[in-house]
């Protein structure tokens, strides 16, 4: 569930602001560019309304490109915006005096789109667009001024346009700034949720092994007692033999812990129980505490060749696991005739190294792991 709702986050944030980039496309070619060819002649100096929209078009596509790969503006804007804003600039500049209000004065009223892409999903985003929108409203009011164009009529348009661009600019940002946090606050949520339920999973399987080991403490102290109680010879070889195994089930069971438990330890520990039962005497010191997380496929690897080795123990056999951060080692000592062996050490796919050695009536298994 956790991982859907991460990727509903990753939607929202994603096609908002390729959203942006829509916009500003559409905008740029169906408005900024039949205004530029079909008032070709009514501009001043129409080269350089054309050169506008070239550069206007670049700062676009760099700024496009950003939001599709990382769904948020370049991470250096300062001098992407001055080149928007200088498009702004020339697109005044090409327009004749009377124009500055008309339709061929398209700059003024489409460059706040590229300030949204370029300050979209940034850190100070809110600072960074509110700063272009004001510099490019200073910029027309400023050419107003020097025009002298500065009449009600002409102020009442220029408030028309900036207000209403600035309102959609501001509102489409702040509206996709919302729905990104209300996504980022579902994943929190969800990961939170996601975390009470491990936790009393945890819990659930904590108390079913204290219950496990509680039972088998009980049974084994039980039948030892009672053989004693109906008259066993604590002389007979047998019994002493029976005693020493039930005394060392005993200690493994009272001293091992799980306050977290972990799959590898615990198919160890039922793998113990069952050679136990085949009155095997295993060894095993209290394991399970600073195990790394292990990548898929590792642990069965690493289980593999050390339970097969204590699965045909005869006898005795002891186990034990080694951790650290990036390292997990598990050992079988076992008196096991029948486990082939390998003369080289073995590696799995998995990158687990498993290596063999035989020595008298005993083979000795190691599997270890160890973090790229």
């Not at 769904?71 to 009377?98: E, H, K, M, N, T």
């Not at 398209?106 to 949204?116: I, K, N």
């Not at 109680?229 to 070889?237: I, L, Q, R, S, T």
């Not at 000592?333 to 020595?359: F, H």
Request: charged share 20%.
């Amino acid at each position: 569930m956790t991982d859907d709702i991460e990727q509903v986050a990753q939607r929202y944030a994603r096609y908002t602001a390729l959203g942006a980039a829509v916009i500003a496309g559409f905008w740029h070619t169906g408005y900024d560019l039949t205004v530029t060819v079909t008032g070709w002649s009514s501009f001043r100096w129409p080269p350089l309304a054309g050169a506008a929209w070239a550069v206007y078009t670049v700062v676009g596509v760099i700024a496009g490109l950003s939001l599709a790969r990382t769904s948020r503006g370049p991470d250096r804007i300062l001098g992407l915006a001055v080149a928007a804003l200088a498009a702004d600039v020339a697109v005044i500049v090409a327009c004749r005096p009377q124009d500055l209000l008309g339709i061929s004065d398209w700059g003024w009223g489409s460059v706040g789109w590229l300030g949204v892409m370029l300050a979209w999903n940034r850190p100070r985003w809110r600072a960074e667009l509110g700063a272009f929108l004001a510099v490019n409203a200073a910029v027309m009011l400023a050419a107003m001024a020097v025009a002298g164009t500065l009449d009600r009529v002409s102020v009442a348009k220029y408030l028309v346009v900036i207000v209403g661009g600035v309102t959609m600019q501001l509102g489409y940002t702040a509206g996709c700034a919302l729905l990104r946090a209300r996504a980022e606050d579902a994943v929190l949520l969800a990961r939170r949720l996601a975390a009470d339920d491990a936790w009393r999973e945890s819990a659930r399987s904590i108390h079913a092994d204290r219950i496990r080991r509680y039972a088998a403490i009980r049974d084994v102290a039980e039948s030892l007692l009672q053989r004693l109680a109906d008259g066993a010879d604590p002389g007979d070889p047998r019994v002493r033999e029976d005693c020493t195994a039930g005394a060392m089930r005993l200690r493994r069971l009272i001293t091992e812990r799980e306050d977290v438990p972990d799959a590898l330890v615990a198919a160890l520990r039922e793998r113990i129980d069952a050679a136990e039962r085949r009155q095997v005497l295993v060894t095993a010191p209290p394991f399970g505490e600073n195990l790394p997380a292990l990548p898929e496929g590792v642990r069965e690897d690493l289980l593999r060749a050390p339970v097969l080795a204590l699965d045909g123990a005869r006898s005795r056999a002891r186990v034990t696991v080694s951790a650290m951060s990036a390292m997990v080692s598990v050992a079988v000592v076992a008196d096991n005739d029948d486990l082939p062996v390998s003369p080289t050490p073995v590696r799995e796919p998995s990158g687990v190294v498993v290596t063999y050695q035989r020595q008298g009536g005993e083979v000795w298994v190691n599997s270890i792991w160890q973090r790229p």
